[in-house]
């Protein structure tokens, strides 16, 4: 004896199926929407640091017009130097993560790459302090107290 008004089982497995899609769909978008946010909200999370020109826009909306004017003209002066460091210093954290990915780890080499991206990175800052002090130089008493205020109030974040 069967009944007309149940559903077969094939019928059953076939919704089973789509809303188990649907809530991954579902997961994945909501994965998807959190990391767009994410990017929008703290767009200075970079993988090795964040890049000259970021760190420059920061700084530059902080600062009168004219102030953000003198700094931009002198990183644009020095902007190929920049980005060849940044460069450098991003291909030898490229090596580093790819010493991280061996299914052993090199540990010398490990050392040897970590110091390298280590000496990259700082080549980076002193290009970066160079082109701040030169700015500094030239900045009106507010562009500079902005600036001394937005350190103060970052160290006081980081606990400093």
Known sequence: MTTVD??????????????????????????????ICARAMFPALQPFGSPPGRVIEAMSRKLPKADAAILQQIVRERQT????????????????M????????????????????HRRRMLTDDQMLDVLVDA????SL???????????????????
């Open 6 to 35: 149940s559903p077969a089982p094939a019928a059953i497995g076939t919704r089973r199926r789509r809303r188990w899609l649907l809530w991954g769909s579902l997961a994945v978008n909501v994965l998807l929407l959190s990391f």
């Open 81 to 96: 130097n920049l980005r060849e460091s940044q460069s450098a210093f991003e291909q030898e954290m490229e090596r580093v």
């Open 98 to 117: 790819t010493l991280l990915e061996a299914p052993q780890v090199d540990m010398p080499a490990l050392r040897e790459a970590v110091t390298a991206a």
């Open 136 to 139: 500094l130089g030239q900045m």
């Open 142 to 160: 507010e562009g500079r107290q902005r600036l001394a205020a937005q350190y103060r109030r970052h160290a006081w974040r980081r606990g400093e």
